[in-house]
């Protein structure tokens, strides 16, 4: 097993397809597959980027090793005159969760968002140049999701012109910010704005938190880190932090402006600019999520497809060579939905990003007509990508076998760096729940004029789902678009008027939204699972070049489909939208599809593009020579450093030779 041979090589030459073409259609666009190419290689080569040895760095080092790593990418930024896009790709391939994720993603944007023109020419050059460094202060120790309840308060003082923020019990610390516990010098704080002793919700301030001189928190503040989180490196990179105030002064014309204001006199003003456009943002987030969970699932599929294909395991014949597990059913029928949802998460995360875009130009014209259900579609994406991501990866991790629960695979570092996503931007189940609440308002207004509209809009026919009765009759009916959307648009249609049925049984509405809130985010499941499968369908629509390119896109589609159809056959039948006969029919077609994706495999996560380095997985190497790296990686690790281990003339020695009076215990 020598070096620069492809023990891959025999399972790329089996792909029916041009992955170059494959790999155009996954970036986007060959510009962006050109620039993410070039700032992946940039970032691969540069060994001041290692970050093998992150899981056997203590917490002080570590931390410190990312500061490094985040300043010296940030020099990289200038000497090279990066641009926006240019320089996000490089944070995203140093691949190291740091507060420089929080300055770019949260805090620029909510200034951008949120405050007034003189606001954004005051903060904007300092927050682009890095001349100062901020956060996002929101959750705190006892309320996360629910904003409304936060604790903190800025109160306005008229006689100064200021607002006093002030942390009034334990529970309103501000408590997670990354970023915050170490080195942001700002933050975005939100607090309950009071005057004159009355509240007016909650409202973001632009709050100095340290000195731009030596760094030491400014009079009044309390801040720090807290502590160590789930995993080996992973988010233990991040200072997420707690910070407490006792009464600390800011100038008035600190708190964010754009959508309301407090005058000089005391006044609270909403101004003409509207209060949905604070939804914009939250779409736009919400799209980079999705977005972000197709990377990080294709990462484990890739890392696991290729180690698939490596690994052999019993099923020799004649002392001929053991069977490739991933030539197994069991493995293919594991692996394989997972590398489709990772392609359908690309699609749904495209089309969001023309959905934010679409938004963004109905509010500046004033048109607030799709955003509720914009609003409603991107937290239920949200919820169902991350989750299904977090769970794939572990998947993934199980499906390496026991090589797979080494830090060196790659993939226990990257669970537990991806896996907070689950919560932060709105806990998954709450995020369905708030789904589940506009599908049952869209439901109840079917009757008047308003017209159902985007993703909601197959609700508009709904007696026709309700009579809907599929008309499969063999298993290759079940490759047909109209008859996939056909099922699962009358699964969600009925399971959201079960629950609405049920819910009009209540005198008090909030009372059976609590009792039925398990029935509801099932609901909510079904549409947005619904929501995947049309925006893939709907991919496929497009004209997309490339030999074979667009059978596999198909191929891909339809295990997507199936394998959800057959996870949750039990709703398909119970829902009457199928019968059993023609469940069985899905399996089969199921089982065709894998045999048919199985040759192409590799190609298809080759498609993905990622460097080694990205991918940081012993296993998941472009080359599939496992075995020497993975033996190479062991000798590494600092208990290897000597060959009699520290600590054997304390305690191993007295224990061997029956002598415990002289251990050192």
Not at 28 to 44: C, K, N, T
Not at 576 to 587: C, E, F, M, R, V
Not at 609 to 623: A, E, F, I, P, R
Request: proline letters at 4%; a neutral charge; aromatic letters at 8%.
């Amino acid at each position: 097993m020598g070096g620069g041979v492809d023990h891959l090589e025999s399972e790329r030459n089996k792909a029916e397809f041009d992955v170059d073409a494959m790999k155009i259609v996954w970036a986007g666009s060959s510009h962006v597959l050109q620039v993410s190419e070039r700032i992946a290689r940039l970032v691969a080569s540069d060994p001041a980027f290692r970050k093998d040895n992150r899981p056997n760095l203590g917490r002080k080092e570590l931390f410190k090793n990312t500061l490094r790593k985040a300043t010296y990418a940030w020099k990289r930024i200038i000497e090279l005159g990066l641009n926006e896009e240019e320089a996000s790709l490089l944070r995203t391939f140093v691949d190291e969760p740091a507060f420089t994720d929080l300055h770019w993603a949260m805090f620029v944007p909510a200034i951008k968002g949120q405050g007034t023109e003189e606001q954004q020419q005051k903060w904007l050059p300092l927050a682009h140049k890095m001349q100062i460094i901020g956060c996002y202060a929101q959750t705190e120790l006892g309320h996360g999701s629910n904003v409304q309840g936060l604790e903190t308060t800025a109160t306005f003082d008229p006689k100064t012109d200021e607002f006093v923020i002030h942390s009034p019990t334990l529970t309103s610390s501000k408590w997670w910010p990354g970023g915050l516990g170490k080195v942001s010098t700002h933050a975005i704080v939100y607090a309950r704005l009071i005057i004159d002793g009355q509240d007016y919700g909650v409202n973001g301030f632009i709050v100095q938190l340290r000195s731009l001189d030596d760094h030491l928190p400014l009079p009044g503040i309390t801040v720090g880190d807290i502590g160590m989180k789930f995993g080996n490196g992973a988010y233990n990179t991040m200072d997420n932090g707690v910070l407490r105030f006792d009464n600390v002064r800011i100038p008035r014309d600190q708190m964010l402006m754009r959508v309301s204001q407090v005058t000089r006199e005391g006044k609270f003003v909403q101004s003409n600019v509207p209060r949905q456009l604070v939804y914009g943002t939250m779409v736009f987030v919400r799209q980079t999520i999705v977005a972000g969970a197709s990377d990080a699932l294709s990462r484990a599929v890739c890392i696991a497809t290729r180690y698939s294909a490596v690994r052999r395991q019993f099923g020799s014949r004649n002392g001929g060579p053991e069977t490739q597990v991933i030539d197994y059913k069991t493995q293919q029928a594991r692996l394989f939905p997972l590398l489709a949802s990772a392609y359908a998460f690309r699609y749904v995360g495209e089309w969001l990003n023309w959905l934010y875009t679409d938004v963004t130009q109905r509010l500046q014209a004033g048109d607030f007509s799709t955003l509720p259900e914009a609003h409603a579609c991107t937290a239920g994406l949200k919820s169902v990508t991350t989750s299904v991501t977090a769970d794939g990866i572990e998947e993934c991790r199980k499906l390496c076998g026991g090589h797979g629960y080494l830090c060196s695979s790659g993939l226990p570092e990257l669970f537990a760096a991806y896996v907070p996503t689950c919560t932060y931007e709105g806990d998954n189940i709450v995020l369905q729940l708030q789904v589940a609440r506009h599908l049952v308002k869209t439901i109840s207004q079917l009757g008047s004029r308003k017209k159902p509209v985007g993703t909601t809009a197959y609700l508009g026919r709904l007696e026709q789902l309700l009579q809907y009765r599929s008309d499969v009759q063999k298993a290759e009916d079940w490759l047909k678009p109209n008859v996939v959307l056909g099922a699962f648009e009358a699964r969600a249609a009925r399971k959201i008027v079960a629950v609405a049925q049920n819910l009009s049984k209540f005198s008090n509405p909030e009372e059976g939204f609590q009792e039925l809130s398990a029935d509801l985010v099932e609901a909510a499941v079904a549409h947005c699972q619904l929501i995947i499968v049309s925006k893939f369908i709907e991919k496929l629509q497009e004209d997309i070049p490339g030999k074979g390119v667009k059978q596999q896109l198909e191929s891909l589609s339809s295990i997507y489909a199936l394998s959800l159809l057959h996870k949750h056959l039990g709703d398909f039948l119970s829902t009457g939208s199928i019968t059993p006969q023609q469940g069985d029919l899905a399996n089969e077609q199921l089982r065709s599809l894998y045999s048919q994706i199985r040759p192409n495999a590799i190609a298809l996560v080759d498609a993905f593009n990622h460097t080694d380095h990205y991918l940081g997985s012993v296993l998941g190497s472009y080359d599939g020579n496992v075995y020497p790296k993975l033996y190479e990686e062991a000798r590494k690790d600092p208990l290897n450093d000597s060959v009699v281990p520290d600590g054997y003339q304390e305690y191993i020695r007295p224990l061997l030779k029956q002598q415990l009076r002289n251990a050192r215990l």
